[in-house]
């Protein structure tokens, strides 16, 4: 059975090493190509956009596709959205990988958007901002200073200073960055996963400006790799015995 994983997290990566040795499971990895170096990947990857769900829909048709992991961040609706339209067009079973939200801590701010969290910041803000790529929200706030993180290299206005890292990191080298910059507030999507950077805040009472999720497309939802990979043994299995019973 072919599987298309669509990737870009840290589950993915072990959604696919699990993939690669599961017996009668060919897949294929996808990645939208924004880092340049991607980490490792146990299955064939394959790099950037399908061409919205139309694109996709045709990649699955000519693949033969017979399964769709949808492992992409919690924050890639485009991607979610494509991936539910795609395979529903085509008839192929799709999962919805999706780590759990970091549950509601005494004293966040939780926003709907950056830019709900860009009006939010008091003047004079020391801002360290771990929400990805995206600073356009925040140039406006040049009475702000902000450390954005990325694991890739960004283009930043005067207001910014880049920090460039790889996740994943230890609670006592965030405590230290945010002490060394002077952090006052810390930006943040609700991905979930490794809390340590909200952890170091809870303990230097920085605030935190949390921007909640959208809720998933509807259909499947697991919240681990194992899961994932269960689910695809059992649909190899019904796959198999229909051809048995057929046969
Ligand atoms: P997005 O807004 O949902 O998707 C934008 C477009 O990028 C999609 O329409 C699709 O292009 C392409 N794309 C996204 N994921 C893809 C994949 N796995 N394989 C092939 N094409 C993909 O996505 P995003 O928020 O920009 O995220 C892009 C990638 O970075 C995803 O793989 C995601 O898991 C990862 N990531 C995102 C975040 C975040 O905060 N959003 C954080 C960490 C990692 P077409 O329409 O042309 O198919």
Known sequence: MRVLLLAGTIEARAVAAGLAALPGVEATASLAGATRAPAGYAVPLRTGGFGGAEGLANWLRA?????????????????????????????????????PAWPLRAGWRVVASLDDAAEALPRGARVLLTSGRDWA???????????????????????FEPILARPPFAMADEV????????????????????????????????????????????????????????????????????????
């Open 176 to 247: 230290a960055l945010m002490r060394r910059l002077g952090i006052t507030h810390l930006v943040s999507k609700n991905s979930g996963g490794d809390p340590a950077k909200l952890d170091a805040a809870e303990s230097l009472a920085v605030s935190v400006l949390m921007v909640a999720r959208g809720a998933p497309p509807a259909g499947p939802v697991v919240a681990s790799p194992e899961e994932a990979l269960a689910w695809v043994v059992r649909l190899v299995a019904s796959r198999s015995q229909g051809v048995a019973g057929g046969a």
């Open 137 to 159: 929200p925040f140039a406006r706030r040049v009475d702000c200073r902000f450390w954005l993180r990325s694991i890739e290299p960004v283009d930043l206005p005067g207001q």
């Open 63 to 99: 693949e033969a596709a017979g399964a769709v992991i949808d492992a992409t961040h919690p924050f890639a609706a485009r991607m979610a959205a494509n991936a539910a339209r795609a395979s529903a067009a085509v008839g192929v079973p799709r999962l919805k990988l999706l780590r």
